[in-house]
């Protein structure tokens, strides 16, 4: 038996089966796991502490390939395959057919009367007697993508690969109590094992994908080559929910994110048609702000130093501020600037529903002035956005559906692409094609036509590998996303591109009222950065004065708790 130090490392311990290809399936026997590969057909009984991996069906192993969810009841196991649901006595498991379904059906939970089974093609779980396979009722999937079910008390608990979150539902009634992020993307299955350290149960997660690697083929003229690989295994889930706020917490990490503008000799740059070049320059009385990361309430920073020059901090709109000031910038100067803070990042999910903001007020005056105007060159006046902004909310009045219909009317009509800079709403919606920033610069026109709120977030993104201990990250590109606000609770965040995965839809709502724990959130409705100083041209940017470098390091895993 696993001693106490052990015990306590299973909540961050990922565990990886020996010879699993897909796990798409997971129970709990007894102080084990028992995992699905849909692969090989495999039903493996998995130690959490060793990953020590055995096969239970390795003769009856052909009739469970592609099969797709898995549960444990008493003295049968149960799994689900095409359009069938099989239970097994645990001792033989010889499949024995419990119901066919007319469309392919994916997880499977047991309870001591009813079975429920999911079914991403008709859009329901299926509520049946265990005893007499009848059909008793169904509920509405929560999300879009396929599903796995297991039960715990009173709860009914999904978990979406699409959507990259896990549900707790009302088991009798199939009311959603609250969802949470999972840390890594496609989850395929979940299930609750005792803690043996007494804090209640883990909730373990599966989750199987392909990742990208540099294969070394030495029989090539190139031999690095790019390649997939199959990458499966299982983590545990850490959740608090807070009911009171409406927000639900899941796994975090301690992170170190710096950012340092590098300010170097850099070419020539075109002013009033004329082509003028930065050596010769001298700027003088400069002062450089750039935004520090903000203290939400999935967001914690707990310490913050300066790189290279030293800074002195200030709150602009309630934000933080670092102010850097030079007597001058002299021709073919070089220095660095910026900062490093470590901080906690964790994921977060809003519930709230249409019915929550029926009767929201309307926005004060003030809200109004603020953000409801064209203050970013957002085109509002043109017809291309007045026209759009009429077509995406229709006849709609709630504010959420109507926040959504928006999104979906924006996904229905961009596709992503980096383009070689930002083009106003009106140019990026007609071309069809925007970048992460585009896309925010027309939903932000389109709401505000509307009536609702909303303001620009963000500015990087974590290279999401988790797993990827104190080394060096380097996102590729900067991202903004949005937040809009619903009267009498506040602001809850909106990803700007990213959910835009399937052509025409349905799209995900997973980042809708929801941010994964690599979001950071810098300068909440302020300018990231800005440079003032005399003798500074007015076409000149902050780019052409430097070169900015970014790089995260991962430092732990956090469980989640209430915030401060």
Known sequence: MANLASASALHSRTIQPVGAYQLVGLAVDGDKLLCLDSVRGYLLEVDPYTDNTMIRNSSEAEAWIDAVGLAVWGDTVWFTKDHEVFYCDR???KPTLFTHRPYLVDGVAVGEDVVYVACQRSGYIYIFERKTAKRITRFPLPGIG???LTLADDALWVCDRAEQTVYCMDRATGAIRFSALTPFPNPTAIAFYPDPSGQ???????????????RDDPNADSPYQLTFRDRTFIHPLHIYNNPDQRYTLSNGYLIELSYVEEIAPLEEITINEEAQPLQDLTLKNIEWRIA???DTVRQRVRHIEPIG????EEVQAGQRVAVYKFDSIT????????WRAVMEMYSIKYYLSPADVEDSPTLSPEFQQQYLVDDDDLAMDTATIQTAAREAAGTETNLL???LKIRNYVYDRLSYGIQPHIDTPDVALERGIGSCGEYVGVLLGLARLN???CRTIGRYKCPPKPDYRNLILEPDFNHVWLEFYVPEFGWVPMESNVDDVIDNGPYPTRFFMGLAWYHTEIGKGIPFERVKADGLPDHISVGDLSINHIRFKILEELSPQKMA
């Open 91 to 93: 001792a033989t498991l």
């Open 146 to 148: 396929i599903t796995n």
């Open 200 to 214: 209640g149960e883990l909730l373990y997660t599966a989750y199987a994908n392909e990742e990208p690697y540099i």
């Open 292 to 294: 520090l990361p903000t």
């Open 309 to 312: 020059h030293p800074f002195t």
């Open 331 to 338: 021709p073919n100067r070089s220095g660095l600037l910026g």
């Open 401 to 403: 559906r109507k926040m």
């Open 451 to 453: 009536g609702i709120a």
